[in-house]
């Protein structure tokens, strides 16, 4: 199983964090971004999130072993929602395990913010009044 995950399943951010479990690793972080009802001043209903799923995986897995050599961490994991998700539900969930928590937090942030620049990921915003909009798309260099 890869290590960067495209899911139209619910994510279980207990369930991720207990597969990161490493006897090495005195350091635990996770990220786990959620479906808020806002954005830039608009009330939102709902996301949906699509992908080329191929690409997607692929370029994940980079950003992945990007994290593990620049931070020189152990386990690193991510897992990316795709379909329709509703108010609170998770989007995005980020694991890093490492011997200790600076390079830990580090390399969690640096995952989540390769994903949003580099994995081919599009979502669509669905409001209560108005047309549905595709925003923040990462790019289709390569697609």
Do not use: Q
């Not at 139209?8 to 369930?15: C, D, G, N, W």
């Amino acid at each position: 199983m890869s290590d960067f995950r495209i899911s139209r399943s619910e994510i279980v951010p207990a369930e991720e964090i207990a597969a990161l479990e490493d006897a090495a690793s005195g350091a635990v972080v996770s990220f786990c971004g959620r479906v808020r009802n806002h954005n830039e001043g608009r009330s939102v209903a709902r996301l949906e999130y699509e992908c080329y799923e191929e690409l997607a995986v692929s370029e994940g897995e980079r950003v992945l072993g990007e994290a593990r050599e620049k931070f020189g961490v152990g386990k690193v994991r991510c897992v990316h929602r795709t379909g329709d998700l509703a108010i609170g539900e998770p989007a995005v969930w980020v694991g890093v395990a490492a011997g200790h928590r600076e390079e830990a937090f580090a390399a969690a942030r640096f995952v989540i913010d390769e994903v949003k620049k580099r994995v081919p990921i599009w979502k669509r915003e669905h409001y209560p009044e108005g047309p549905a909009e595709w925003i923040n798309a990462a790019p289709t260099e390569g697609a």
